[in-house]
């Protein structure tokens, strides 16, 4: 499962802050986010909506837009800043080292040019090619992701296409410059199940052909046991906990984590159905009106005195595996003490 | 198994059944030209029996454009069917008039997978969920306040709603104000349209938490309607499988889950994906997407995208049959030649 394993990760953000800045006051969307993607590897980003995901990933696009703003922190890919590349010198990165795809194919692609126009734009954009060679990529690469009669295809329309075949082409478009790097935005929420196992697995058999490193965001703790190495659970702009995906999927730290989980039926023959889910109480917060202390507080069922006076640091508690929780923290200090005595 | 006996085994559940159902069809016309004349269909529901049987949760489950809501819409009546009857309370209500289907609607309800568009922006909370108070003459003024505030208090929303208006509240708190609505008439039978789908994880199950919880408290009968087979599996006693406006696999939702006989029904479940760390068995890739239901598929319409299609799946339709492997009460009906 390993990719190339050459030194160091191959993206590597440290302190990423992104906020939005709005009439009300000032958004913090992504809060002081540091993560590691090595080479070949996928990291999931699991949390809920208005949890800072998809502006972590637009944020290393250089993709927000107004009113947001990155305000501090580094993304080292390959070992340059992107955060300090010139705006011509980031165009160069973009679809071409790294690559994203969205969540609702029908948005992201141009209604007015043909899917074969748009997948040879950013191949004539990053290489020396020349139209035919570009087209012929575009076909090579229509046919890659499982687009029957790819000759055909290139001069359709987006309309013309099922939702399975746009993510498809989203797909082929997001790879014709074969990145080391690909953001996968929710790529597979807006499909049916047996299409979206078909684009997991499509993506899954392309990472190991071409070596990608993969950032996989979603809400799907199931997605993200079959297709991730690593996960990163974020809540209301900050990672609350983080680990590989066997690991907190066997024994999930964070009350958070916890919840999610436990909110998705879990279904075994002896289990009787109509029992209640362990649901988690209240709703996501508005950023705006963040709680004092731990973010996830007035949620938690474990909030102790402590959660309300200060926000609680994101501590390895056990060899790679990361939680902000202090009760999480205490226990684990209780327990080294009784091993001590 | 012949029709014959279907017919007879379903005449037996029909006694207990709440709602039934009987070669329903509903077709869509599509107009084109210049005098807009019907130039094909959209066969949505092409001829469906089923029995809802009183005080169970029915799911129904199938990928998108499988005409699975439409099926629960012309139910409803909220469509008009183009073929078949609907039974409720053993009275055929295919034909009512205005006046005695609204007698018949305070008995039957629905909510929505929406919660964003199915409120009205315009309406104060009161008026979402009393309307229907109302309407039916079953309070007024102060007393349908009154209604209203205990209807909230039942699905956990807080007293000072009532005044408030839709845009002050989040998805999953507009999703209980649309199940007070539903509840504001105290029905027995409520098609709850994928009510889930479009909320995040954790306000799922607080609503499916809810749910349960109702249909114990006022003993409803739920048909419900998902994409999602973990969260059907979970509320339901019975699933019923459809593909392309068809019932392809019905039976106890624990043999559905467990012991699927209906290829397509296999393949969903083995494209769910489930968060364990176990490794889990060969996932089965479906080729394809669903077809059009403007110009289904000869035969079986599931034989194009089928790993089992033999020449008989090209040829001949098959019709639903209970299959020999059923026992006692515990039916198992399936529409394959090859299981």
Known sequence: MNGGGTNGPLLEVNNLKTSFFVREGVIPAVDDVSFQVERGRVLGVVGESGCGKSVTALSLMRLVSFPGRIVGGEALYDGRDLFRLPEWEMRRVRGNSISMIFQEPMTSLNPVFSIGNQIMESVLFHERVSKAEARSRAIDMLRLVGIPAPEKRIHEYPH???????????????????????????PTTALDVTIQAQILDLIGSL?????????????????????????????AGKVVERAGTARILENPLHPYTRGLIGSIPHITQESRGKTPLHAIQGSVPILLELPQGCRFRDRCEEAFGRCTGAVPELVEIEPGHAVRCFKRQEEMEAGMRGRQA | MTDADVRQAEAAVAGDSLVRIDNLVKHFPIKGGVFSREVAKVQAVGGVSLAIRSGETLGLVGESGCGKSTL????????????????????DITDYGADRMRRVRREMQIIFQDPYASLNPRMTVEQIVGGSLSVHGIARGSRRRGRVVELLETVGIREDAVDRYPYEFSGGQRQRIGIARALAVLPKFIVADE?????????????????ISLQEQFHLTFLFIAHDLRVVEHVSDRIAVMYLGKI??????????????HPYTQALLSALPIPEATQRKERIILKGDVPSPINPPSGCYFHPRCWKATDVCRERFPEVRLHPSSKGGAEHYVA????
Request: aromatic letters at 8%; a negative charge; glycine letters at 6%.
């Open chain 1, 160 to 186: 013309q296409l099922s939702g399975g075949m746009r993510q498809r082409v989203m797909i082929a478009m997001a790879l014709s410059c074969e990145p080391g790097f690909l953001i996968a935005d929710e």
């Open chain 1, 207 to 235: 990472r190991e052909r071409l070596g990608m490193a993969i950032l996989f965001i979603t809400h799907d703790f199931g997605v993200i046991a079959e297709n991730a190495h690593d996960v990163m659970v974020m809540y």
């Open chain 2, 72 to 91: 629960g819409r012309t139910i409803l009546r909220l469509w008009e069917p183009t073929e078949g009857r609907i039974y409720f309370q053993n009275q």
């Open chain 2, 195 to 211: 009510p889930v789908s479009s909320l995040d994880v954790s306000i799922q199950a607080q609503i499916i938490n809810l749910l």
């Open chain 2, 248 to 261: 392809v696999e019905l039976s106890e939702s624990k043999t559905i889950y467990f012991s699927p006989l």
């Open chain 2, 336 to 339: 394959c030649h090859n299981v």
